[in-house]
């Protein structure tokens, strides 16, 4: 199974300041038909995940563009540029290059 | 607007059995794959099973292979987890999520709870 390795996984941060979450997979995600299928959710308390990011780099429809997603390979992450206060909760990464699927252990984002 | 909505949720002693329920509107469900993904009380995401849009192709986590069967009825927009054998370590809330590289919509979830 690939293990998915989300740092830190704490993260207290000041309104308006950036953000950063790494993902580090245990072996490549690049599937064989050339796509890499990494992707972020994120879940606000209370609430069902969502999805923010898919294919590493591309925002879901409604994401606003504070948030980005790079990498490539094994090592990922999700950038906030400037924390509002709906962004508090837990962000998960997640491959789907093979089975079983597999999730980061999770990144809880915090207003310091 | 897309909408799923689990249903079937609820007490069950160990070693029983129950069937979870994923109602969809608002798109064509029988051109997606569908998934099942839980979450434990207070703990992340795992990934449970995964159906092909037309339900010839199942996957499974280790942790329930054997004891959950994926289905569909694409008659019905309908997705289906059933579930057996249940024990405490399947106490969790159960989400279904359209998709398959990606889950792109998520319903709110039904809490199952494994206790005597």
């Known amino acids: 199974d690939i293990v998915m390795t989300q740092t830190p996984l704490s993260s207290p941060v000041t309104l308006g300041q950036p953000a950063s979450i790494s993902c580090r997979s245990s072996q490549s995600l690049v599937h064989s038909d050339g796509n890499t299928y990494f992707s972020w959710l994120q879940q606000r308390p209370g609430q069902p995940p969502r999805l923010l990011i898919y294919k590493i780099s591309n925002r879901f429809s409604g994401v606003p563009d504070r948030f980005s997603g790079s990498g490539a390979g094994t090592d990922f992450t999700l950038k906030i540029s400037r924390v509002e206060a709906e962004d508090v909760g837990v962000y998960y990464c997640?491959?789907?290059?093979?089975?079983?699927?597999?999730f980061g252990q999770g990144t809880k984002l915090e207003i310091k | 607007e897309v909408q799923l909505l689990e249903s079937g949720g609820g007490l069950v002693q160990p070693g029983g059995s129950l069937r979870l329920s994923c109602a969809a509107s608002?798109?064509?469900?029988?051109?997606?794959?569908m998934s099942w993904v839980r979450q434990a009380p207070g703990k992340g995401l795992e990934w449970i099973s995964t159906i092909v849009s037309g339900g010839a192709n199942t996957f499974y986590a280790d942790s329930v292979k054997g004891r959950f069967t994926i289905s569909r009825d694409n008659s019905k927009n309908t997705l289906y987890l059933q579930m057996n054998s249940l024990g405490g370590d399947d106490t969790a809330v159960y989400y279904c999520?359209?998709?398959?590289?990606?889950?792109?919509?998520w319903g709110q979830g039904t809490l199952v709870t494994v206790s005597s």
């Open positions: 997640m491959q789907a290059t093979q089975f079983p699927r597999t």
């Open positions: 999520a359209r998709g398959w590289s990606s889950f792109d919509y």
């Open positions: 608002g798109f064509t469900f029988s051109s997606f794959a």
